[in-house]
């Protein structure tokens, strides 16, 4: 499985920005997918996270309300809509994958910056 971010980039606070990964290869086996980040100097940490069928979400408290997270199983491609931008959303965004028999992947990830 390969999983290729994009939609990343410089936003002011209070702005929005959509991320899409997206993923090729044995796309069948993807069973959860997830949206990660990490700061500078921070761990990285689970931002979203959604089923293979996406009907059901989890989400961070800190994005609680302003971030969705969505997949498009026919397009292989899931997506993180991110609203209500805050300086302290600026990290790298990491989508992961999990497949059938537990296997992790990720891709190389995408920078958000946001001004204040």
């Known amino acids: 499985v390969q999983l290729v971010e994009s939609g990343g980039g410089l936003v002011q606070a209070g702005g929005s920005l959509r991320l899409s990964c997206a993923a090729s290869?044995?796309?069948?086996?993807?069973?959860?997918m997830a949206w990660y980040r990490q700061a500078p100097g921070k761990q990285r940490e689970v931002v979203a996270a959604?089923?293979?069928?996406?009907?059901?979400?989890n989400y961070a408290d800190s994005v609680k309300g302003r971030f969705t997270i969505s997949r498009d199983n026919a397009k292989n491609t899931m997506y993180l809509q991110m609203n209500s931008l805050k300086p302290e959303d600026t990290a790298v965004y990491y989508c992961?994958?999990?497949?059938?028999?537990?296997?992790?992947?990720w891709g190389q990830g995408t920078q958000v910056t946001v001004s204040s």
């Open positions: 992961n994958a999990i497949t059938n028999l537990g296997a992790k992947y």
């Open positions: 290869g044995s796309t069948v086996s993807i069973n959860a």
């Open positions: 959604i089923t293979s069928g996406g009907g059901s979400t």
